[in-house]
């Protein structure tokens, strides 16, 4: 799994460029801390096996988030949202629900350790692996596509099977247990800081184009 860090650097990155007008100190904020919640389902595991990845990275949640925020914001004579935070309210919920499940859930899928995106209906991971290369030999590479499949998903194993080790419970059962290492991941590659310190230096750049302190 991506490190929580940079989970967040990408939710930054997504919300500087979908808030428009709505860019500040404290909605870029709230949309920081949408890409950051799927990660604490790493605390559920010392409570509930195998839900690392799983509990909070399931796509129920946001689809349900979805359905209420686009009935609210599209069906209803009088949204509640925009009647109580006006434009602004709705820009930022829409926005930080995109951060949740494209920088929180969406850049685990794409990792090793993979992701239960139908938990607790389901408690298979799911992970995307492939390449996309120009050879001068083959042409072009495109393994994200498999059989006319579009991204074909692959599965480390179950929630009963398959544990994704984090600082708050590195091992299967490790619960609270002391004597054992932990590793706090910040960045683990040189991409991964490159991502980081652009989001720090856009969103100071934005925030201060903006006059916010």
């Known amino acids: 799994m991506a490190p929580t860090l940079v ?26 801390l949408a890409a950051a919640l799927p990660d604490l389902d790493a605390v559920a595991s010392l409570v509930v096996h195998g839900t690392t ?25 009088r ?22 499940v494209v920088a929180g859930i969406g850049l685990d899928l794409f990792g090793s350790a993979g992701v239960a995106l139908l938990y607790p209906l389901h408690d298979r991971f799911y992970t ?24 074909p998903l692959e599965s480390p194993g179950t929630t009963a099977e398959h544990h994704v080790a984090t600082w708050v419970n590195p091992t299967p059962g490790t619960g609270l ?17 490159v991502v980081v310190a652009t989001a720090a230096v856009a969103a100071a750049v934005r925030l201060r184009e903006r006059g916010d302190r």
């Open 177 to 193: 247990e002391t004597g054992l290492e932990r590793e706090l991941h910040l960045v683990t590659s040189g991409w991964q800081l």
């Open 128 to 151: 995307v692996a492939g390449r996309f290369l120009l050879s001068s030999d083959e042409g072009v590479i495109l393994t994200f596509v498999d059989s006319g499949e579009l991204l």
């Open 7 to 32: 989970n967040v650097a990408v939710g930054v990155l997504l919300g500087l460029a979908l808030l428009g007008a709505a860019a500040d100190r404290r909605s870029v904020l709230v949309v920081a």
């Open 53 to 77: 990845n799983a509990l909070l990275h399931t796509l129920l949640l946001p689809g349900f988030a979805f359905v209420v925020l686009y009935w609210d914001t599209r069906y209803r004579d």
């Open 79 to 100: 949204s509640w949202l925009a009647a109580r935070y006006g434009w602004y309210g709705v820009r930022v919920a829409w926005v930080t629900l995109a951060a949740f």
